[in-house]
Each structure stands twice: as structure tokens, then as C-alpha cells.
């Protein structure tokens, strides 16, 4: 049996990083973890179409906001360099688009804050959301040789952005009549496409504001798109898929990413580095939190709340050890946290740990699945990789 200390330990370990220093030599420090996120270039492109696929006639914003969800909007570059658009949340994105030479539209999906951010939306041609009067005053001052396009926003009854369905016309107008504003686009967002309310009341209330006004239509994030694309009128021009993109489903867990034909784009991946043999009533972790019911061994992963991994995460959370679903036991701490190896017997120091996506034997445990044992929703996981993990595409 081995112990923690047992000689194979340290020989293991130095074979993963040997192995991890060859295929990420730019982003791994000289002592690294086992502890790394691979970005699926292949599943971001097959998730992509398949949104496509529910999208019909309508064009494609990929929304890399939040660093592209965390996933790192160079490392998606690729992967969904077949959407029509990007759509990002600030300039740095798109900065870096253009700097990875992307010549489509790129759209700021909350606009500008400052005056000053025009200057760089007619330096980088960027097409940006107008949700407040203030964003037309700053526009009415911009000196510009050519008008924009921007995105005329409706708080169509999520009260977050947005001309509420009152102003909504005047602001139109207003928008129209300045030279420094191309094509206007008409947009708003749902609160409920992914539940059982629906679309429909805010839908109602974008028709009947805006139906005579001219220009294209932008409204449905993921769930839209895959629960209420049968509507061409959700639909209708842009829309504006994040989460599926990533292999997450938008209505977990009354759906899940396999039932909507979603793969992972990030797989966070580790090892064991450390065992434990435990006796009816020992504990385990800070606080104690499990207590041994029975004799069972148990295994320390090389992953932390301080890598994102949520710490709210309780015993039973899913994990893949060596592509077999076993369960955590107790608190997750800032480094480390602990699996419970009996669905493994044969689990040993160096065995991968896939804490979501996919393992190298290819099972997948979906992100959404870790999200609900831990409170919360795939979007919170992504975005919270922390920077210390490398990461590599594949
Ligand atoms: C984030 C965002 C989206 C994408 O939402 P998903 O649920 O990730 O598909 C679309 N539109 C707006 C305005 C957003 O802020």
C-alpha cells in the first residue's frame, strides 16, 4: 500500500512535470502543479455550429466577454474564429482581436463608459451598445469622420440596461439625427429564456415598441437561441450566444449540455499527490467536515480555492479520478481537496483528476454539474479560474 510518503512519490511527480513543461514551456514557471486547464479548440468549433444549427438565418456574435469566460479570448480565437462577430464587455477584448488580425465586427455589448472610448471605437471599428442618454450625449460631442453603428438597447423588462419601452423612440430619434451614428440596430435581453416563464412578455413588449422602426434585431443569448429558436422572431438578426459556446447548458439542470449536443471547452485537470488510509471515525480536512463512516481510503488532488475551484463545494461534489466518477469528502481548501477513492481501488499517487470536462480517457464530468453541488451555475466556475492555473489548448 502506499503511503503519502511512499517511495514512489516524488519520482511520480517529477515525471508530470516534466511531462507538463514539454507540451506549455511559455506559461509554466520552473516548479509547476500538476494542476492545468486545456481549452478544446475542436469542441469551441462544434459548439459554435450547433448554435448555428438553432441560430437559422440569423448571424452569430461569439460573446468572449469576461475573458472569454475565462476560457482566454486569444486561446477561443480559433476555435470560433466562424462567428459572424465578437461581442466583448471592454476594449482590451476587442484590442486584442484586432490585434490577432479579426476584421469582423466586434461589438462593446454595454458600450462606451467615458467619452474618450469613442476615439478608439472609430480607431478599431467597433460597433457599440447605446443603453443611456448619456452614451448619445457623449456621441453627439464625438468628432468623427465616420458615423458608427451602434446598438439601441430596450430594457424591455429585465431592468438592467436599457431605455425603458417609454423613451425607446425618442432615443431613436435622437440617435438618427446625428452624423456621427451609422445603422442603428434595435436589441434587448431576456431575463427568463432560461426558464419557465419564457420570452414571451418581453418579447410582446420589444414588438409592439419598436416594430415600425427600421434596422436589424439583436435579442437572444444561449437559452434563447436553443429554447425559443423556433421563433424567428427571437432569433432575429444577431444573436448572441456565451455560455453554449463553452459547453455549458443555460437551463441546467432542467437540461444538460449532452442534451443540447454541447462539449466542453475546459478541462481542469490534476493528480493525486497525495493518499490517505482511513479508520471508521477519522476526519477529514479543516473542520472535520467528514467523518469516516467506515475504513476507506481517500486522495489529496493538487487543487484549491485559490485555483477557483469552488469552496463551497460540499462532500459528494463530482470529480473524475482516472475517468471514474467518484465524490469529494470535506472542505476544499486554498490548495487542496479530497476524493473519495473507493470507486477507485486501484487510484494511486499521479492518477489524473479531471474536476471538470473531460478526462484524458475521454469521460466528461459537465462544469454544470460541479456548479450545482456548489451552489451556483457553470458562468461562476469559468470565470473564476484563477490566473496561477496554466493553461494550454488543444
Ligand atoms: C452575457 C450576455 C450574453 C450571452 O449570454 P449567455 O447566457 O452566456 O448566452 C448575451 N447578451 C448580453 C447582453 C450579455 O450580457
Known amino acids: 500500500m502506499k503511503g503519502e510518503m511512499g517511495a514512489t512519490a516524488p519520482e511520480s511527480l517529477r515525471v508530470i512535470s516534466r511531462r507538463l513543461s514539454v507540451t506549455e514551456p511559455a506559461t509554466i514557471d520552473p516548479m509547476p502543479r500538476p494542476l492545468h486547464a486545456v481549452i478544446h479548440t475542436q469542441a469551441l468549433k462544434a459548439n459554435l455550429a450547433r448554435v448555428r444549427l438553432a441560430a437559422g438565418d440569423a448571424r452569430v456574435w461569439a460573446v468572449v466577454k469576461a475573458n472569454a469566460y475565462g476560457h482566454g479570448v486569444a486561446r477561443v480565437f480559433e ?94 430619434v435622437r440617435l438618427n439625427a446625428l452624423p456621427q451614428v451609422d445603422e442603428i440596430t434595435l436589441m434587448t435581453h431576456f431575463a427568463h429564456a432560461d426558464d419557465a416563464v419564457g420570452v414571451g412578455e418581453q418579447l410582446q413588449v420589444f414588438h409592439h415598441t419598436s416594430h415600425d422602426l427600421p434596422g436589424e434585431r439583436s435579442l437572444a443569448n444561449s437559452a434563447a437561441v436553443l429554447r425559443h429558436g423556433a421563433d424567428a422572431a427571437v432569433l432575429g438578426d444577431w444573436v448572441r450566444p456565451g455560455i453554449a459556446l463553452y459547453g455549458s447548458a443555460p437551463d441546467h439542470p432542467l437540461h444538460s449540455a449532452a442534451h443540447w449536443g454541447l462539449l466542453p471547452a475546459m478541462s481542469l485537470r490534476s493528480c493525486l499527490i497525495g493518499l490517505q488510509d482511513l479508520k471508521a471515525g477519522d476526519e477529514v480536512g479543516y473542520g472535520g467536515l467528514f467523518k469516516a463512516p467506515h475504513a476507506m481510503r481517500i486522495g489529496v488532488v493538487a487543487c484549491g480555492y485559490a485555483d477557483g475551484y469552488p469552496r463551497h463545494a460540499p462532500s459528494g461534489t463530482p470529480v473524475l479520478v482516472g475517468g471514474v466518477r467518484c465524490a469529494t469528502v470535506g472542505r476544499v481548501s486554498m490548495d487542496m481537496l479530497c476524493v473519495d477513492l473507493t470507486p477507485l481501488p486501484q487510484a494511486q499517487l499521479g492518477t489524473e483528476v479531471t474536476l471538470w470536462g473531460q478526462a484524458s480517457t475521454e469521460e466528461v464530468l459537465c462544469i454544470d454539474e460541479v456548479a450545482a453541488a456548489a451552489g451556483t451555475v457553470g458562468y461562476e466556475l469559468m470565470c473564476a479560474l484563477a490566473p496561477r492555473v496554466p493553461v494550454s489548448s488543444n
Open 79 to 172: 476555435g470560433l474564429r466562424a462567428a459572424d462577430g465578437f461581442a466583448v464587455l471592454d476594449l482590451a477584448e476587442a484590442q486584442i482581436l484586432r490585434g490577432l488580425d479579426w476584421r469582423g465586427p466586434i461589438l462593446l455589448m454595454e458600450g462606451v463608459f467615458e467619452q474618450r472610448d469613442l476615439e478608439l471605437c472609430s480607431r478599431l471599428d467597433l460597433w457599440h451598445v447605446v443603453h443611456t442618454e448619456a452614451q448619445i450625449d457623449m456621441l453627439s460631442r464625438h468628432k468623427s469622420q465616420v458615423p458608427q453603428r451602434v446598438f439601441l438597447k430596450m430594457n424591455s423588462g429585465m431592468n438592467r440596461l436599457g431605455f425603458a419601452p417609454e423613451r425607446f423612440r425618442s432615443a431613436w
